[in-house]
């Protein structure tokens, strides 16, 4: 009875920290599967020399037009060559339920962009004219943003006075395109009042040609940044580092926590079964064989826990969330992800604090003395 | 009494292993506490410090990204011609920044030198610190953590790359290290300075992030908060007034709502606790029924009885609770973990407050830990337990 309880606090114990560990690495999941998703491998992003990310980078159409000599770049079935200027704005939109504002990116695209992300796909309504104010909304800003549906108004504009008509819904693999709202370049750029653009998306033909367009562009002929967008939303991705970093931290902690609370119950198991133990040993069970049994005791309530920890993290995966990138300054939403590599780091922490909290107790119990044990009873 | 404490002693040394590892398995979660804690207690500093310092917070309505004309200090200065209510308007530009070669992006603001000291007071430069900002174009405050962290001191000059165009170095010269700022990571520079970049390379110069308005009374505050959007409605930029403390949670909300999640997992590692406590005490007390019984059987009142159980467990887990909140404040406030240049570490701040509030909690579960044992211990059947006892 003693040792029921025991074993279900420990139990507890155990399932938490590996819910705790699958919920906070589920953060940093959703937000690189998000941002990874976003590259293509023969995309590159051309944005000003120094600038760390679309919204903070300037470029003249004269640098625009530097860039068409570009070697590698792809053509589309038209024989147009796959170069997509692109300008980034953000609005603020009141999220739904909470009412919060949120910087939502806005992208000015030309058609050519839906060539060159091929990703992009409109699954409700059409796509946006050029020339009159309307605009498609990515699947993810449409669900966490309030306003966004297909016939919804929307205030966009540098002075907040120009109502746009959502016309469309767009995927996009779920990657962060779907956390923007697209419309024309030529209408969002008077809008906005911008006679520059943000940045240039490019296809190049195969992913071996790349490195030579990069050079092209970052060398004397045109002098920008060019990175591919693997790059670029790998470096933007960054800020999960952190998140993962202070996870391990704190379940670094709370693991050694666990395994305190294992060690003591399998002590306890260990002392309330001496005579138990002892009379296993005179049948004729190997010292290893004892040890060997307290061990697997501990790995079963772990691994337990671990499966029952990992269920209760399933109920947050999915959970959609959005940050604010403090490279782009706009959010980005995101939902939490238990994958495959989270369970299994949970189980690899669920076999270690089994092992850990078990190693004393099981040794103690290996080396019961059979007579003293059997007496004592 | 002492008597009394002293059994309890005894008791916990009778199973030494147990008592120890209970003792590590209520610090630890109390040392996660006591982390976390430090965490919001930090952003909770500085969002009250933002609301005392009577600011209010302009930037353009649409949105935080689009500039306002700089004219518009002077023009918001003039909505109080006595300057009695409106004691400074500082215009104010993120520019972020990075130093070459180094991927650690700092935080840098260029705020107008002249309003700078009287919009924020609570840096307290000394009069030397003062005089170097007035007359030292290129002069820069570091957030005491960027010092830290970067090693500068007072004295060094040093190149940043802002980074907003046109990304041309800026050397600057360190006047201090604002050992008194709320915002410890955040430096502070000439606003004049990065409009002479800007120009330089053909920017428009004229143009600020934000405004931030010192007001010299709460109700001076919430007057202007509704007077400057009155005044600037029909202006080609109109704009949007809130208090700091608004104005600074809108971007802690948006990046990942820091204090919510940790208090959550403040919370989970308490539960935690219990449940480790929870567990030796109910090994404790199953070790000893017939102990308790032969106990009552002599005398001892139910009492007594309920007493010791919860006296024990309160023992223990002040114990555990001690380590795993004195360690970290120890560690964050004298060790040599100060010297480690990692930002986490530098920005975070364990104040005995948040100490003393993890062993109120350790107490707290402590008492939830012992709760059933010693209600067992209460109703104990002195003839059931002992007849039980082999």
């Not at chain 1, 770049?73 to 980034?88: K, Q, R």
């Not at chain 1, 693997?230 to 991705?237: D, G, H, I, P, V």
Request: aromatic share 8%.
């Amino acid at each position: 009875m003693v040792r029921r309880l025991s074993s279900l606090l420990t139990f507890v114990v155990v399932s938490v920290v590996v819910l705790v560990l699958a919920v906070l690495l589920s953060f940093a999941a959703g937000i690189r599967a998000s941002l990874k998703s976003s590259g293509h491998p023969e995309n590159i992003l051309v944005l000003k020399s120094g600038a760390t990310a679309e919204s903070t980078s300037i470029l003249s159409p004269d640098e625009v037009n530097r860039m068409v000599q570009t070697p590698g770049v792809a053509n589309s079935t038209t024989g147009e060559l796959l170069i997509s200027p692109e300008l980034c704005v953000q609005t603020s939109i009141p999220r739904q339920g909470s009412g919060a504002m949120a910087n939502v990116a806005i992208r000015g695209v030309e058609p050519m962009a839906f060539e060159v992300h091929p990703e992009v796909r409109i699954v409700a309504g059409r796509c946006f004219e050029p020339g009159v104010l309307e605009a498609v909304v990515g699947k993810a800003a449409s669900e966490r943003f309030s306003g966004l549906q297909v016939g919804s108004l929307v205030q966009l504009g540098r002075l907040n006075n120009q109502v746009f008509e959502v016309v469309g819904i767009f995927e996009a693999g779920g990657n962060a395109f779907e956390s923007e709202i697209w419309t024309a370049r030529t209408t969002l750029a008077s809008s906005y009042d911008r006679r520059y653009i943000s940045s240039v998306a490019m296809r190049i033909e195969s992913p071996a040609a790349v490195p030579t367009s990069l050079d092209y562009i970052n060398g004397p002929a045109v002098r920008l940044q060019a990175k591919t967008e693997l790059n670029y939303y790998e470096e933007l991705s960054s800020k999960t580092r952190e998140i993962v970093l202070l996870s391990s931290v704190l379940i670094f902690i709370m693991g050694i926590g666990a395994v305190f609370a294992v060690a003591n119950t399998m002590h306890a198991a260990v002392d309330s079964r001496r005579r138990e133990i002892a009379m296993l040993r005179t049948l004729g069970f190997s010292r290893r064989s004892i040890g060997l049994a307290f061990w697997f005791e501990s790995l079963i309530i772990c691994l337990l826990a671990c499966g029952c920890g990992l269920a209760g993290s399933m109920a947050f995966s999915g959970t959609k969330q959005d940050f604010l990138s403090d490279a782009t300054w706009t959010v980005l939403a995101y939902q939490l992800q238990v994958t495959p590599d989270i369970a299994l780091t949970a189980i690899i922490l669920a076999v270690t604090v089994g092992t850990l909290g078990a190693v004393l107790p099981a040794w103690r119990a290996s080396r019961v003395p059979i007579l003293e044990a059997l007496r004592k009873a | 009494m002492r008597l009394k404490l002293l059994y309890l002693l005894r008791n916990l040394l009778r199973n030494p292993r147990r008592s120890l590892l209970t003792c590590a398995a209520v610090g630890l979660p109390v040392m996660i506490y006591v982390l976390s804690m430090s965490v919001v207690d930090g952003v909770e500093r500085f969002l009250d410090n933002s609301m005392t310092q009577l600011r209010l917070a302009v930037t353009q309505k649409t949105s935080i990204i689009n500039p306002l004309p700089a004219g518009y200090r002077k023009k918001i200065a003039a909505l109080d011609p006595s300057s009695q209510r409106i004691i400074a308007v500082c215009g104010m530009s993120w520019i972020g920044g990075r130093i070459e070669g180094d991927p650690r992006p700092l935080s840098t603001l260029a705020v107008d030198r002249d309003a700078f000291i009287s919009a924020f007071p609570e840096f307290q430069l000394s009069e030397d610190e003062q005089a170097a900002w007035m007359r030292d174009r290129r002069a820069i405050i570091l957030g005491r953590s960027t010092a830290r962290q970067f090693g500068w001191q007072v004295g060094d000059r040093i190149t940043l790359i802002p980074s907003l165009p046109p990304y041309s170095p800026m050397e600057f010269h360190v006047i201090s290290t604002a050992e008194k700022a709320t915002d410890p990571s955040t430096n502070w520079c000439h606003h004049a300075y990065w409009d002479e970049i800007k120009k330089q390379s053909g920017y428009p110069a004229e143009i600020v992030g934000f405004l931030f308005i010192k007001c010299a009374t709460r109700q001076d505050m919430d007057y202007y908060r509704v007077a400057i959007d009155d005044f600037f409605a029909n202006y080609s930029d109109a704009t949007k007034t809130q208090d700091e403390k608004a104005f600074m949670n809108e971007f802690i909300t948006q990046q990942f709502n820091l204090p919510r999640n940790l208090s959550i997992l403040s919370a989970v590692t308490v539960f935690v606790a219990i449940m480790a406590a929870g567990n030796t005490m109910s090994m404790n007390f199953r070790d000893r029924f017939s102990e308790l019984a032969t106990m009552k059987a002599l005398g001892f009142g139910r009492w007594t009885l309920f007493s010791q159980v919860q006296g024990e467990s309160l023992l223990l887990c002040l114990l555990g609770g001690a380590v795993g909140a004195f360690v970290p404040y120890w560690a964050f406030n004298y060790s040599p973990l100060r010297n480690f240049t990692v930002p986490l570490i530098q920005q975070l701040e364990v104040t005995m407050v948040v100490c003393l509030q993890a062993l109120l909690i350790s107490a707290g579960v402590g008492v939830i830990a012992a709760a059933w044992p010693a209600i067992q211990a209460w109703r104990l059947s002195v003839v059931t337990a002992l007849r039980n006892q082999e």
